[in-house]
């Protein structure tokens, strides 16, 4: 029978693992807002707006290229490569912000904010989806092993 403790570690593992890829997100769109919002200015709410609409296209666009249009879907890669892949983030978390940032000083101030979303967006994504690629490889050596 297992104690508290084990059936807590359990909990905790399940809500890092299926977290792991929202929570990368969550602190890449927050941060870019910040930069944008220390390099740009206070967003007006039309900004803020266009902000959020310009990650939204972002996400929708990688969505369609992927499922072939939304004609079809894709499987889930395993926990185990989510985790690890989650886990390793911090480099397209990084070149997120970067975006935002460059978006942010090239860019004029209403550009700045869709722009600065959508390519923080992107540089999510992409690099998310190698840290992911990474994770799987680094699994099957270790299955393999």
């Known amino acids: 029978m297992r104690g508290f403790s084990d059936n807590y570690l359990r909990g905790l593992h399940t809500s890092a693992r299926g977290n792991a890829a929202a929570y990368g997100y969550s602190v890449t769109i927050t941060a870019s807002f910040g ?37 079809h879907g894709l499987s889930d890669e395993p926990s185990e490569v989510r985790a690890l892949g989650g886990s390793i983030s911090v480099f397209s978390v990084g070149l997120s912000l970067a975006a935002a940032l460059a978006s942010g000083s090239l860019v004029g101030r209403f550009a700045a904010w869709p722009l600065g979303s959508f390519l923080a967006t992107l540089a999510y994504l992409l690099p998310f989806a190698f840290e992911i690629g990474l994770a799987e490889l680094l699994r099957g050596r270790r299955t393999s092993s």
């Open 35 to 71: 930069i944008l919002s220390t390099v740009v200015g206070t967003p007006r709410v039309v900004e803020i707006f266009a902000f959020a609409g310009g990650a939204v296209l972002a996400f929708a666009l990688v969505e369609a290229f992927v499922s072939g249009g939304f004609r």
